[in-house]
């Protein structure tokens, strides 16, 4: 399908850091051990790591020539059978490095997709996957098969100028992207579906979102009884998963987990993961999962915040959820300045009931109790209303029908014509 290398089983990898010196070091350090658990995530061994802080770009090998040689001597004397770059390469600069150091080299980009390459298990999950490796792949293309001119020929009949391989695999390239984004778009509308008939029957949704490993499948689990697959791994879940879940003194409500957020997380996969990325921007409220034992979690919080602020979710209720509070030092909770907040531990259960009556009181906060007059010629419509809202009370005035009930914000402007100011 591809031509991208990817880490396989016992591959033995160089991981490389890298920086401008605008750059805080502890952030290119932190960076380099992320991409340390990725490389572990994906199968492969870490063998060496190093790091290059570089007061700009090498455009022929992104790091020093110096450097350069260095991982090569790396890659001899460890065995090592791919390296691993803390930046995005192009095509040119890839090639050039594996020319030199003798071994596949990827990028960050590379390997975070080699992940969701080998965890994707529905056909939407695997779609999106291939749709963020073609995406990714496009840029890259710098040489065809055997740089050959498939299509330039010689003699009677061949003349002109034909089309390069290399056009004619980024020609099949857009071609299979328009085709998987076809495919995906069939599947957004299923959800769409889903999603409006949860709508015209008022169910309340919640959406977990959170950096990756925060706990966030764990913690579905125990609001909703759910089996999904948890892992103490980066990228554990990648397909959405939405189940039904019971509030105290509310409604019934829905929660749906998500793919987790990671520092410097690939525009390819943002953008092949649209509709799975829906899901959190339907929600009525997100519960922001966050591991309260990580040395990074500030860091880890603001990158969550960051990608909320781009997906345009920032108006929405969110409930700050600080999972592993089991294992995480008592003085975290001290340092935790955001609210509304619960601690909980999906491991053994604490804080899970509070967490539960939080979600019930947010649900009741965005219900309000409002009176709508219907005269007689339009009585007809109460019946669309109780399939919307549960009517408390009616009361038959002299011209038509009073309903007392409780509606949503977006409820109380599809009936404001009938509302009783």
Known sequence: MNNQAQVKDQDRAIVIGV????????????????????????GGEVVGSIIQVLPQWNPATLIGTGKVEEVA????DSGATIVVMDHQLSGVQQRNLQQIVKARVIDRNQLILDIFAQRAQTFEGKLQVELAQ???QMPRNVGAWLDSLSRQGGGIGTRGPGETALEND????????ALIKKKLESVRQNRAQHRQSRRRHEIPSFALVGYTNSGKSSILNRLTGAQVMTKNQVFATLDPTTRK?????????????????????PTQLIEAFKATLEESSEADVLLHVVDLSSPNMERQIEVVEALIKEFN????KIIHVFNKCDVAPLERQFRV?????????????QGMEQLKKLMAQTVSEMQQDVQLYFPRAEEYKIFDLGREA??????TATEGTVCYTQLTPTLINRWKDYLVK
């Open 134 to 136: 073609l995406l990714d």
């Open 313 to 316: 979710w920032q108006d929405k």
């Open 245 to 265: 879940i019971f509030l105290p003194d509310a409604p019934p409500a829905v929660v749906t987990d998500t793919v987790g957020f990671i520092r410097k997380l």
């Open 390 to 395: 549960q009517i408390l009370r009616k009361e």
């Open 19 to 42: 920086g401008l010196k605008t750059e805080p070091l502890t952030e290119i350090k932190e960076n380099l051990l992320e991409l340390e658990e990725l490389v572990s995530a994906a």
């Open 337 to 349: 300045k955001a609210y509304p907040r619960v601690f909980v531990s999906a491991l053994t259960g």
């Open 73 to 76: 001597e790396m890659v001899r």
């Open 170 to 177: 980024r020609r099949r390239i857009r071609e299979r992207v």
